[in-house]
């Protein structure tokens, strides 16, 4: 009988620890224990098949991530960054102004692969802040913002509203925090099918019932094809990009990036 090879069963073991950990445990304790073993991880997956253009790492391949049925070649070793982190961060660097100059900049939620070296670019204007996160700098509420009116050049809010008590009101407080001219990042995810107006029923708080609906257990809604009718209404003005059919296929592949992602922009006029 054919021994199973180291690899394949350390990939089989990581799909097994990932889905569980992302399922049950917190997310404010993840992100405490997250640099825990990833050396160890680094030194397993050397290669030079993919590479991370947040950290500019090569491996053999990524990380499997994922609640239920983990996605192969998604999270980075070394930083952590995901598919959808990594085509973030190639959107910013190649069709907006953030890695030019200092910017005022609000990171509501902020992912790990991120902090670090967007500090080095914004300093002391580089703001985190986050309801629960132990990483943000500031503890605040995303209906009602602590900050003054026409601020912030960037906002980042990623994978956020989904979770949120009033997605629109949290929007509407983006806005007024963004100086005219302003950009916001605000990706959500999109489950198939996707629906045509998007599904929400607060009444509905049991959480199988939730991840049966909306996608996942602490999701409140099921974003629909009128996300970007839904940022307009707080009187942004929504860019769908499809930016990541711009790349060429091996830089897509190279990077591991997610098939058929659009970047949502919200300007303010």
């Known amino acids: 009988m054919r021994q199973a090879h180291p690899r394949s069963i350390l990939a089989a073991f990581m799909k097994k620890l990932v889905s569980f950990l992302i399922r049950n445990v917190p997310r404010k304790y993840l992100q405490r224990i997250t640099g825990i073993g990833r050396r ?35 999270l980075c070793p070394n930083c952590l960054a995901l598919e959808r982190h990594r085509l973030i961060w190639l959107y910013l660097k190649e069709k907006t102004n953030f890695f030019e100059k200092p910017l005022n900049v609000l990171h509501i939620a902020p992912e790990a692969c991120f902090m670090n070296r967007f500090e080095k670019i914004h300093g002391e204007n ?13 503890k605040m509420d995303i209906h009602q913002m602590p900050f003054k009116d026409n601020y912030f050049d960037v906002v980042l809010c990623n994978h956020v509203l989904e979770h949120v008590t009033d997605d629109i009101q949290a929007l509407r ?13 605000v990706q959500v995810p999109f489950f198939n099918p996707i629906p045509d107006v998007t599904l929400e029923d607060a009444t509905i708080t049991d959480p199988k019932e939730r991840e049966k609906l909306f996608g996942q257990d602490d999701h409140v809604r099921k974003y629909g094809k009128d996300y970007a009718a839904r ?39």
């Open 173 to 185: 407080e983006i806005n007024r925090v963004l100086k005219p001219g302003g950009f916001a990042i």
């Open 40 to 74: 160890v991880l680094t030194i397993a997956y050397a290669g030079n098949t993919v590479m991370c253009p947040v950290c500019e790492k090569k491996f053999r391949k990524f990380l499997p991530y994922g609640r239920i049925k983990p996605r192969e070649n998604a």
């Open 231 to 269: 940022i307009e209404r707080t009187g942004l003005h929504a860019v769908e990009d499809n930016f990541i059919n711009e790349l060429m296929p091996e830089t897509r592949d190279r990077f591991k990036l997610p098939q058929g992602e659009i970047i949502y922009k919200a300007i303010k006029p």
């Open 126 to 138: 580089y703001i985190t802040a986050d309801i629960e996160s132990p990483l943000a700098k500031i």
